[in-house]
């Protein structure tokens, strides 16, 4: 059973930092596309950041230089580095993983979802 159990989430002022992680389990975790994404209730999801892998990574424009997707495969762990918090990150956060096929552009609503961890940047 195919399981993402993201955590690291909280509430930080702005311009701060927190580090999501997002343990995978149930599957071979380096044979897959990883990613994070944020989406607020009645909002279209957004892709924040994904992995592929050989650990090239793709960011939204608007957390460029800001945040840093990574991966331990030994370890079954996507993370999300978030420095430089704004308010309009707020959101919550979740990691996926494609359900069918292993590439970054297979994620999609029959993907494999966490429960999402909640982050709130206040100003």
């Known amino acids: 059973q195919v399981q993402l159990v993201e955590s690291g989430g909280g509430s930080v002022q702005a311009g701060g930092s927190l580090r999501l992680s997002c343990a995978a389990s149930?599957?071979?975790?380096?044979?897959?596309?990883s990613g994070w994404f944020r989406q607020s209730p009645g909002a279209e999801r957004e892709a924040v950041a994904t992995i592929d892998t050989a650990g090239s990574a793709t960011y939204a424009d608007s957390v460029k230089g800001r945040f840093t997707i990574s991966r331990d495969n030994a370890k079954n762990t996507l993370y999300l580095q978030m420095n430089s918090l704004k308010p309009e990150d707020t959101n919550m956060y979740y990691c996926?993983?494609?359900?069918?096929?292993?590439?970054?552009?297979?994620?999609?609503?029959?993907?494999?979802w966490g429960r999402g961890t909640q982050v709130t940047v206040s100003s």
């Open positions: 996926a993983a494609p359900k069918y096929g292993l590439g970054c552009h297979e994620i999609d609503e029959d993907a494999y």
């Open positions: 149930g599957y071979t975790f380096s044979f897959y596309c």
